[in-house]
């Protein structure tokens, strides 16, 4: 049974404050000590108490206030409240003497703020910032910096929820005032209109993480592409299931309308695309714009060509890869060198492999092998899904067992597992998995296997982890 832990005097202070009279807790903001605001703000929120609300914005003693963890709740009248406050500010030549807001923040980033001042966590205020804010004179003369407003941008179907449609709104009527700082886009299905309606009021040289799932047709892509190149300081860039039937001729320039924007994407470090099969054949024409060196790479669930995975091999800025992700891209048909020159080219750096699905063989791995034991840095390993013999399946085991960071290795059941008709045979795995064990111990290193089915007949996953791994501890000396 937990011990009931009594509410803070604090607390009850700004309870019994609003209960009282709301006017009275209106007029005693001016001499309230500074760490009842944020328990007095809770309860003005959760209670619905709008005039209240707009009073403390206008007299908020801290420089950010973080609205973003409140944000889910199915009334959006406490948030119009804090808006309608914040118009009161925004009309002001001089603030308030206590007001220090300069950042309202609307990402989902304020829990520790609101638990720390609530009395949830232990913490340790200075007495500075518990003091009251007294009036900076030398600032008052000058002319007020706009506001700052952090917001992660969620757009998903046709239409805009109810507080996003009234927030941008507001935003929009009050240009100069405000300044809208996105650092994390997300794109689900909306289309490409509604999308740059909403951007137009974004500044989108903020902006850090772009991600984006969309049906689009190049077209829309193309007509996308000039707002992309806005997104100068974008980090992390995530493209997935634009949909491309058939390549026609115009569809060319619409590629090139889209690819060259990347000249502008100085700080890319991850670039993450999903089934773009409007570039197989036409990866060069991505590649070749990129400014800087990536940290990640994937390019995942497509076909591509022989010239595609040259270009990818010899792109200047994939020589420092951190990560590099080509599951479902199907190298059958390829040379197994193309692979081995990729991998020597990041074997200095790269730390996280997945070939899953890729359908590599004996042959394929034996010949990359070699230049996989060089990537001494490598820490996860994932050829899941792939058909891969119980000799090759040591070999690989041995071939790795120098990589000194090795600790994540994901493989596939040997193809002795399974039937001739392709049912996994519990007896045989079991078996396998016995001398895997056996070789582990030879090579004398801790490590962790996981094995995986593909396809499992049980779940239908084209890969499936539900056997236990294989985990060899090397035993301790007596």
């Not at 929120?45 to 209240?52: D, M, P, Q, S, V």
């Not at 399946?393 to 071939?399: I, M």
């Amino acid at each position: 049974m937990s011990a009931w832990t009594p509410p803070r005097l604090l607390d009850l202070a700004g309870t019994s404050l609003l209960r009282d009279n709301e006017a009275s807790a209106i007029a005693a903001l001016e001499y309230l000590p500074t760490e009842l605001f944020p328990s007095l703000f809770l309860e003005a929120f959760f209670g619905r108490r709008i005039e209240t609300l707009k009073a403390l914005v206008q007299a908020w003693p801290f420089v950010r206030l973080p609205l973003g963890s409140l944000i889910e709740l199915p009334h959006v009248g406490p948030l119009q409240a804090v808006l309608d406050g914040l118009d009161v500010l925004l009309a002001q030549k001089v603030r308030p003497r206590r007001c220090k807001l300069r950042v309202l923040d609307l990402r989902n980033t304020g829990q520790k703020f609101w638990s720390m001042w609530s009395g949830e966590g232990t913490h340790v205020c200075s007495r500075s910032r518990m003091a009251p804010v007294a009036e900076d004179r030398s600032r008052t003369k000058q002319p007020l910096a706009p506001l700052k407003v952090f917001i992660d941008l969620y757009l998903k179907k046709r239409t805009l929820n109810r507080f996003l449609t009234y927030f941008l709104r507001w935003v929009e009527r009050r240009k100069g005032l405000i300044h809208l700082c996105c650092k994390k886009l997300k794109i689900v299905s909306m289309p490409v209109g509604n999308v740059m309606k909403v951007l137009s009021r974004v500044q989108l040289d903020c902006l850090q993480e772009v991600q984006m799932d969309c049906t689009w047709r190049l077209s829309a892509l193309a007509g996308f592409a000039p707002l992309l190149g806005q997104m100068t300081s974008v980090q992390r860039l995530l493209l997935s299931h634009i949909n491309v039937s058939a390549f026609e001729e115009q569809d060319q320039q619409h590629l090139a309308q889209f690819t060259s924007q990347f000249l502008r994407l100085h700080h890319l470090r991850n670039l993450h695309i999903e089934s773009p099969s409007f570039l197989e054949g036409r990866l060069d024409q991505m590649l070749r714009f990129l400014k800087t060196p990536l940290d990640n790479f994937s390019i995942t669930n497509c076909q591509l060509s022989e010239s595609d995975l040259t270009h990818l091999s010899w792109c200047p800025n994939i020589s420092q890869l951190k990560g590099l992700d080509l599951s479902g891209v199907t190298l059958t048909d390829f040379s197994p060198e193309l692979l081995q020159v990729l991998l020597e080219k990041v074997a200095a750096t790269l730390q996280e492999l997945d070939l899953n699905l890729c359908g590599i063989t004996d042959s394929h791995l034996e010949a990359i092998l070699p230049a996989l034991s060089r990537c001494s840095q490598l820490r996860t390993l994932s050829l899941g899904g792939n058909l891969l013999s119980m000799a090759v399946t040591e070999k690989l085991l041995r071939g790795t067992d120098g990589l000194p960071s090795l600790c994540a290795e994901f493989y596939p059941a040997p193809r002795e597992s399974y039937s001739p008709q392709g049912v996994p045979l519990r007896g045989r795995i079991a078996q396998l998995q016995a001398e895997l064990m056996e070789l582990l111990r030879d090579l004398g290193r801790p490590r962790t296997i996981w094995l995986s089915l593909s396809f499992c007949p049980y779940c239908g996953d084209d890969i499936c982890d539900h056997m236990e791994p294989i985990v060899y501890r090397c035993s301790t000396p007596a």
